[in-house]
């Protein structure tokens, strides 16, 4: 009697419900959260989904231009070998964008003794949770992410903002949390939150940010962050995905325009125990303002220790760097404070149930599965060694930020890899190959002659 395949149950239930699939996509995020991956055939479901299949190890150590970088396994030095890899249960999901009827599902990879292998981005966050896990606590977190629409059809890369009615003209000024931006792109929005339905994307409220053309979208909280990050991956893809079907490209760079807002990855984390409550809200020591014991002072501490040598996840491309400055309401140095939204980790507004923390610091180009790590990281640093965060910025108080932590790529690179904290974490070994993998990518960007030299000396000197 044939074994039962759970998988292919799973996946012929969900075509049961959104029609047949005449193709499959199979993803699994890299090392900067792109999604790579193949197309496969309904010939094929029945085995991917039982046996498994093998995969390029070598594409979750590839730089952002998909390139292998000399002296990393899993490339072009040493064969680039397939690892086994499996479908990810809960994932599969229709393709509402494919111009034929088409899933989609995540798969991870396997070394070949089982063991999850140790550069899926999935399993390097699987090993930073360990010790909190080992505590009897589970992070409880969901992202927000912000981007810019820009024109799909200007020659140079535009925001798609809101025009003066009758004018043509753009309306001037950053117009933050204005209603009437979001009816300026109501169709895109309703498609953004149709598709999100159709694949479990808990996408919730939308805000119109503090730039024009540039917008957030918040995810519901869950109690497992690796999936909360599958959403954070699946929603980008979902949005530009949208973007192009409405005429728009939709801009995760952290900082795409040198004077309007950056765009970031905000992750907002409490921490419940093993009876169902916030471990922030209770504790023998008390502090004397919000409803928080010294539990969530520790863990922000940990996460200020370990903020400067964890800035390299936080922002992982030579663009990051531009949004990292003290006067554009980007977070640059460790501090934090209850309801101050130019702090690093915020303590947003909220009740014992709910209490948690914002952490502010990283862009919205960066892997959410490695940002998730570093956080939770920090936290069960700060929880293991009462570390203290120092004075909190009170709330409304005036704060002029000063920059503390690397604002250069070269500088973060340098702190993440002589970083002694987080390689407990999230493996000597493969924050060796990230901070190669970035070194490279560095030393390509710098070596790159741009316009802008021709504009600054050919003529000057």
């Known amino acids: 009697m044939a074994k039962p395949n759970p998988l292919l149950k799973e996946l012929r239930a969900v075509e ?3 029609g047949k699939f005449e193709a ?3 993803l699994l995020p890299d090392l900067s959260g792109v999604l790579k991956g193949k197309l496969i055939r309904p010939a094929d479901y029945a085995k991917h989904c039982a046996d498994g299949f093998t995969f390029c190890a070598g594409v979750t150590l590839l730089t952002t231009l998909g390139e292998t970088v000399t002296g990393i396994p899993y490339g072009e030095g040493d064969g680039d070998p397939d690892m086994p890899a499996r479908l990810v249960p809960g994932s599969f999901a229709p393709v509402p964008w494919a111009t034929r009827p088409t899933g989609q599902a995540l798969f991870r990879l396997f070394d070949d003794d089982g063991a999850p292998f140790f550069s899926d981005p999935r399993a390097v966050l699987e090993r930073a949770l360990q010790p909190l896990r080992k505590m009897g606590l589970t992070p409880v977190m969901a992202t927000e992410l912000e981007f810019y629409l820009l024109n799909a059809n200007a020659e140079t890369p535009t925001p798609a903002a809101p025009l003066i009615p009758g004018t043509g003209r753009v309306q001037p000024g950053a117009q933050v949390y204005h209603p009437d931006d979001l009816y300026e792109i109501e ?26 053309g540039q917008f957030e979208i918040n995810l519901r909280h869950v109690d497992d962050p690796v999936l909360a990050c599958d959403h954070a991956v699946l929603l980008k893809r979902a949005v530009k ?13 952290a900082k795409p325009f040198e004077e309007d807002s950056g765009s970031g990855l905000h992750i907002h984390m409490s921490l419940v125990d093993k009876h169902g409550k916030n471990y922030f809200s209770h504790g023998k020591e008390k502090l004397a303002s919000p409803p928080f014991s010294a539990r969530l002072r520790h863990a922000v501490g940990g996460l200020l220790k370990t903020m400067s040598e964890a800035t390299l996840l936080c922002a992982p491309n030579a663009n990051s760097y531009r949004r990292l400055r003290p006067d554009m309401y980007a977070p640059v140095e460790p501090n934090w404070g209850v309801n101050h939204r130019i702090v690093s980790i915020r303590i947003p507004s909220s009740d014992a149930g709910n209490l948690r923390f914002e952490h502010r ?19 069960h640093h700060g929880l293991k060694n ?9 709330q409304s108080q005036m704060v002029v930020p000063k920059l ?4 250069r790529w070269d500088q973060a690179i340098s702190k993440f890899s002589r970083s002694k904290i987080l390689p407990e974490y999230l493996g000597a070994e493969y ?7 970035r070194s490279a990518e560095s030393a390509k960007f710098h070596n790159t002659v741009s316009d802008l030299d021709f504009d600054w000396y050919l003529r000057a000197v």
């Open 16 to 18: 049961k419900k959104h």
């Open 24 to 26: 499959l996509e199979l």
């Open 187 to 212: 169709a895109f929005l309703n498609d953004v939150y149709d598709y999100c339905d159709l694949q479990n994307i808990p996408a919730e409220s939308a805000i119109s940010e503090y730039s024009p």
């Open 241 to 253: 995905a949208v973007a192009r079907n409405h005429g728009f490209i939709a801009c995760f760079m």
């Open 361 to 379: 610091v990283a862009g919205a180009d960066a892997n959410p599965y490695l940002v998730t790590a570093a956080v939770v990281a920090g936290v």
């Open 386 to 394: 009462k570390c203290d965060p120092g004075p909190m910025i009170e």
């Open 404 to 407: 503390k932590i690397p604002n």
């Open 431 to 437: 924050c060796k190959y990230y901070a190669m993998n």
